[in-house]
């Protein structure tokens, strides 16, 4: 059984912080196996496809964002605790979304497990 357990959603104004937390529970995920995955987070907008936001390598040594989240947001993750953060700065209107965790292992096979998701809303 494996979870991803996204917390740290809610409604906040423009200008604001949030900070996701998405913690890989069940036996799957050992603190070594954790490492395998690289971990992303996505985000979907009512009426708009899912659109990754960024990514973290799986020892930690690469990131990547989305242009749109550049400057604003930092991904980072405690593999002893098997858990990867999305902080959010300066939030605007456009980042309402809900945002998922996704872990994607880069050695075959290519499991890929996906969290519940957590909503973000940005609003004055």
């Known amino acids: 059984q494996v979870q991803l357990v996204e917390s740290g959603g809610g409604s906040v104004q423009p200008g604001e912080s949030l900070r996701l937390s998405c913690a890989a529970t069940?036996?799957?995920?050992?603190?070594?196996?954790?490492?395998?995955?690289?971990m992303n987070w996505y985000r979907q907008a009512p009426g708009k496809e899912r659109e990754l936001v960024a990514f973290i390598s799986g020892r930690g040594g690469r990131t990547n964002y989305a242009d749109s989240v550049k400057g604003r947001f930092t991904i980072s993750r405690d593999n002893s605790q098997k858990t990867v953060y999305l902080q959010m700065n300066s939030l605007r209107p456009e980042d309402t979304a809900v945002y998922y965790c996704?872990?994607?292992?880069?050695?075959?096979?290519?499991?890929?497990?996906w969290g519940q998701g957590t909503q973000v809303t940005v609003s004055s």
């Open positions: 069940g036996s799957t995920f050992s603190t070594s196996t954790f490492t395998l995955y690289k």
């Open positions: 996704n872990a994607y292992r880069e050695l075959v096979p290519n499991y890929t497990y």
